[in-house]
């Protein structure tokens, strides 16, 4: 599980094929200020709120980690396909302060942004989610964006706004948004479990 808080900014330097049966790609990521000291083999780290596992390590020579990711992953994300930045969070500990929100890592689906609209110091971001997820968002809801707990100002049918204050801006990929870009999108995890409760009561 995770928070939703970016701990850091990477970079994703290098994607190679495995050449396996299930066709996985090996990415090299640069960690920059994220510390790797109490990551081992096995943990997981959330990539533009992406849950993958680490398979490799290089503390020594430099601050990276590599990680496998399927085409399923691939296909139903962005961010992850090619070198770039992008925002992450090591695996929350029982002891943690919970900052933003549960996240699970599972993105479910991809949104377009509409709009990024400077207001002041902040920035006005309009995404548009797919239809399936458009009832998992409501009003001053949690929602995570690239791996980022946010807080919905309101929403349209599919369409919801967010405001982005400076300090969000500054510590995560988010500043490079433009009206257009690709988003992955995770609800709000209680919201999906009160759906569930409820559809049972129903059929019961």
């Known amino acids: 599980m995770f928070s939703g808080i970016v701990a850091a900014v990477g970079r994703i330097t290098h994607l190679s094929p495995r050449l396996d049966e299930n066709n996985t790609v ?107 997820l458009a009832k998992y968002i409501a009003k001053k809801g949690s929602v995570t964006v690239n791996g980022t707990s946010l807080t919905t100002n309101d929403v349209r049918g599919t369409d919801f706004t967010i405001n982005l204050i400076p300090h969000t801006l500054q510590n995560t990929t988010l500043h490079q948004i433009t009206p257009g870009s690709k988003v992955n999108l995770e609800v709000d995890l209680i919201a999906r479990y009160c759906e569930r409760l409820l559809s049972c009561q129903e059929s019961v």
């Open 26 to 132: 090996r990415l090299t990521i640069d960690a920059g200020t994220l510390g790797l000291d109490d990551v081992a083999l096995g943990d997981s780290i959330a990539c533009n709120g992406v849950c993958l596992t680490v398979v490799e390590l290089e503390k020594r020579e430099g601050n990276s980690f590599r990680v496998d990711v399927s085409p399923e992953t691939l296909s139903c994300t962005v961010g992850l396909a090619e070198p770039g930045e992008i925002n992450m969070e090591k695996a929350l500990r029982l002891s943690d302060r919970l900052g933003g929100h549960l996240v699970s890592g599972h993105v479910d689906g991809v949104g377009e942004v509409l709009r990024f609209d400077a207001v002041g110091d902040n920035r006005l971001l309009e995404i548009r989610a797919p239809q399936a």
